[in-house]
């Protein structure tokens, strides 16, 4: 029988990466460098480019990793006919999903293998464009351009998002989401992709399954939830009353606990902190206020941290993103994560296969369907 607490592969180790680590819980890596480094020192383009070629890029290596991105901006005529068909009522993770699978079909990988680097780096690229081509041409029959002045993809999609030049500290907010958000170790989208990149199957299949497996609310979904709950409230009290109550009905808080952290998510100081800077002056600063009576009462009462997701919902909000659109942000940065784990997992490849216990009925004598009385 399977046990509850070691359920859902908890605690067991699937497979060895040289990707990241998480430490004990208190520590994240990636390929070595300490997270904290990363987002105080880097640009997500250095991050990505370490993630899926292995080492920091020197100047001139990110410069042309940097113009692959941009040119990756555009958007091929019969994708942009597949957005334009797409009812405004989809969810953006399905936009995602669906302009991956159309990519594949126009852009093929190699049977070899040998683009796959050069289409994580147009995925990079094309990613935020097709959500906001969608967006734009759904709201308002505007078919958006590419072309911009920003160089990173955290501006271009702020830029291209309100029509407007953006806000400097935005796209340091951004850059440094994106730097969290990159990698994560075998979290259950990456795992997922790397099953798929088992079964030798193409990439953008295995980046299909990603995005897939991230839109459920206990994983990347979580962000867009903790915005939901968070904005349901207009002051502390509120909050605190609300939340005590939903824990009274042993309802989850989405945005807290993590299956390997069980002392505090080491990304959490950074975006909480970035939370507070935006929300400075921010006609609905209290909604960090907010934020932080709900941690305090999940503290108390439940001895249970925040994650990335629950800081960064409030982080997004106060920057103009609309709630749909941050789990989306999520895949836009961690579609370098995903692929390094493609890479890494078709160069040492073995099936991805586990065994199952089996727990249904014993050995039956099969009854001829005229016979059968249910
Ligand atoms: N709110 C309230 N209770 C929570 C909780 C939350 N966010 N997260 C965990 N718990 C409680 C569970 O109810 C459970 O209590 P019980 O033992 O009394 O039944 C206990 O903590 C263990 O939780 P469980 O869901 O079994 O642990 P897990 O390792 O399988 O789950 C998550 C990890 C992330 C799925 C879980 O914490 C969760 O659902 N969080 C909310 C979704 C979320 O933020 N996801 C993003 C993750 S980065």
Redesign the pocket.
């Known amino acids: 029988m399977i046990v509850?607490k070691s359920g859902?592969l908890?605690g067991v180790i699937a497979g060895s990466t040289a990707i990241s680590s998480v430490g004990k819980g208190n520590g994240l890596k990636y390929r070595g460098y300490d997270i904290y480094d990363l987002a105080e020192n880097a640009q997500f383009e250095e991050v990505a480019y370490l993630l899926i070629h292995g080492e920091l890029p020197a100047l001139d290596q990110l410069n042309r990793f940097r113009n692959k991105i941009i040119a990756g901006r555009q958007i091929p005529g019969l994708l942009k006919e597949t957005l334009k068909n797409l009812p405004k009522s989809s969810h953006p993770m399905d936009v995602l999903r669906t302009a991956v699978s159309v990519l594949g079909c126009l852009e093929k990988e190699k049977e070899d293998f040998s683009n796959q680097q050069q289409i994580a780096t147009r995925l990079l690229g094309i990613l935020p464009s097709a959500l906001l081509f969608w967006h734009h041409f759904q709201n308002s029959g505007i078919e958006i351009d590419t072309e911009s002045s920003e160089e990173s993809i955290g501006g271009y999609f702020l830029e291209k998002l309100h029509h407007s030049k953006a806000i400097e500290k935005h796209v340091k907010a951004m850059n440094t989401s994106l730097i969290l958000y990159a990698e994560h170790e075998f979290n259950a989208s990456t795992f997922a992709s790397r099953i798929t990149a088992s079964t030798l199957s193409e990439f953008y299949s295995c980046i299909a399954t990603g995005i897939g497996v991230l839109r459920g609310?206990?994983?990347g979904g979580?962000n867009e939830a903790?915005m939901e709950l968070i904005s349901k409230f207009h002051n502390a009290q509120e909050a605190r009353d609300g939340v005590k109550n939903m824990?009274d009905k042993?309802e989850?808080?989405?945005?807290?606990?993590?299956?390997v952290y069980q002392n505090g998510d080491p990304r959490n100081i950074t975006i909480k902190n970035l939370s507070h800077c935006l929300s400075i002056n921010h006609e609905e600063a209290h909604l960090y206020e907010v934020s932080e009576v709900i941690e305090n009462v999940?503290l108390m009462e439940?001895s249970?941290f925040p994650?990335?997701?629950f800081y960064s919902a409030s982080a997004y909000h106060f920057m103009g993103i609309p709630t749909s659109f941050f789990t989306p942000i999520f895949v836009f940065s961690r579609t370098a994560g995903w692929a390094a784990h493609i890479i890494e997992q078709r160069n040492e490849n073995k099936l991805i296969r586990p065994g199952a216990e089996y727990n249904g009925p014993g050995n039956r004598e099969f009854i001829p369907i005229s016979e059968r009385i249910h």
């Open positions: 509850k859902g908890a609310p206990l994983h979580a903790a824990l042993k989850k808080i989405m945005g807290f606990g993590h299956r999940m439940k249970i994650n990335l997701d």
